[in-house]
């Protein structure tokens, strides 16, 4: 071979090795490396008490963690509790209907939570990061199970796993079949974003005519769960996260409304309820990588959240201040 041919192959190998190195970081779900990712052991996760509540005061000030997870009646029928916000950040202006759902529900976190001496608690966003990740005993073993809206369990155990402690979701987010996709005693958690989210509690819970308008999507007309298992979140959480974690503006101008995915707002919520937090299954594709689907469950793209009022870019910076700070611990890839 001579010197040029000598260079010539070698100049070509180099060329393969970049084409292969680019469709590599391409065909990634994104362009992420493993940031943040800690081993699985088969052994429960050594649970050190208040070491969550030390770190959300860091992220968001001292007395957050004396507000109550749950909404309560008495807060709304002997004393009036004002509110400095409208839903979803406050429930100003909501009162009334809120009081009549208050009277039907419960707000109490159940005894099996409250006797625990450390609370581990994994909250399960529901990114297609899940997909094949064969999570789904690890996140059995933890006290606390949080998943999010519609994502089921049904079909996706191995990676995803069986056990719902508290889920978080809103009328149009509601699974039309609550009793597959959760356990008998798990809390179902209303985030109330409109006066009509309450309206809807009230009218499947008490069986009254129900209304059709005024939701993005058909809620369930007929929603087979036992009242004593719904809890009203509080909407204090909601403006935290909007605040402390993404500097949003709490009062907004009517037609654009910015706000936290409820995602980011379960990790707000586990860093009050919780004395360990771990999250999985978080995590959009970029903004380029338009084919991606987003969930472990169902083929759709980012395409499908415009007009959601989330910044899913921000929110991520948000996530990696909380990882990189420690409050926050990974058991899929970020
Ligand atoms: C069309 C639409 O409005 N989609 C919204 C859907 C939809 O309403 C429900 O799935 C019910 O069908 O709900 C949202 O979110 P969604 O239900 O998709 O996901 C729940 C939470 O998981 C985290 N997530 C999800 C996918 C992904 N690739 N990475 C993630 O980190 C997010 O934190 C997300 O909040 C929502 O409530 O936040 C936000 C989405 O914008
Ligand atoms: C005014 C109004 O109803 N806006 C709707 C948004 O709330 C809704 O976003 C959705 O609103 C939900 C609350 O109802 C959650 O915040 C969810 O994360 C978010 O994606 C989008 C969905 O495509 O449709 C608009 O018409």
């Not at 990061?129 to 998943?147: H, M």
């Not at 939701?215 to 009242?227: E, S, T, Y």
């Not at 009062?251 to 706000?259: C, D, F, H, N, T």
Request: proline fraction near 5%; charge should be positive.
């Amino acid at each position: 071979m001579t010197s040029k041919s000598r260079w010539k192959f070698l100049a070509m190998l180099a060329l393969v090795l970049v084409a292969v190195m680019v469709w590599y970081s391409i065909s990634r779900e994104d362009r992420y490396v493993e940031l943040f990712y800690f081993p699985i052991t088969e052994k429960k996760e050594p649970c050190s008490q208040g070491e969550a509540e030390r770190q959300a005061s860091k992220i968001f000030g001292n007395h957050s963690r004396e507000k109550p997870i749950f909404l309560q009646l008495k807060d709304y029928f002997w004393v009036k509790t004002p509110s400095a916000y409208e839903l979803p950040f406050g429930t100003k202006g909501s009162e009334d209907l809120l009081l009549r759902v208050l009277a039907i529900t419960s707000y109490s976190v159940p005894e099996s939570i409250q006797s625990l001496e450390c609370r581990r608690c994994v909250v399960v966003g529901n990114g297609h990061r899940l997909r094949n990740s064969s999570l789904g005993s690890v996140i059995n073993k933890y006290d606390v199970v949080i998943r999010l809206n519609n994502a089921p369990v049904a079909g996706y155990e191995g990676d995803v796993g069986s056990k719902t402690t508290i889920r978080l979701f809103y009328p149009e987010s509601a699974h039309f079949d609550p009793k597959m996709e959760n356990n008998p005693d798990t809390l179902l958690v209303l985030v109330a974003f409109k006066a009509m989210d309450f309206h809807w509690i009230e009218t499947i819970l008490s069986d009254k005519k129900r209304v059709r308008k005024g939701f993005w999507k058909q809620p369930p007309l007929i929603w087979d769960v036992n009242p004593k298992q719904i809890r009203i979140l509080n909407p204090f959480f909601m403006e935290i996260a909007a605040d402390k974690l993404l500097g949003l503006p709490i009062q907004q101008p009517r037609k654009i409304k910015q706000k936290p995915t409820t995602g980011l707002l379960a990790i707000t919520l586990a860093l009050h309820l919780c004395d360990l937090v771990h999250i999985a299954g978080f995590g959009y594709p970029d903004a380029y990588n338009k084919k991606q689907t987003i969930h472990y469950y169902e083929q759709i793209t980012l395409k499908s959240m415009a007009g959601s009022g989330h910044n899913v870019s921000q929110e991520a910076v948000a996530i990696k201040r909380m990882l990189e700070m420690g409050a926050v611990r990974n058991l899929t890839y970020f």
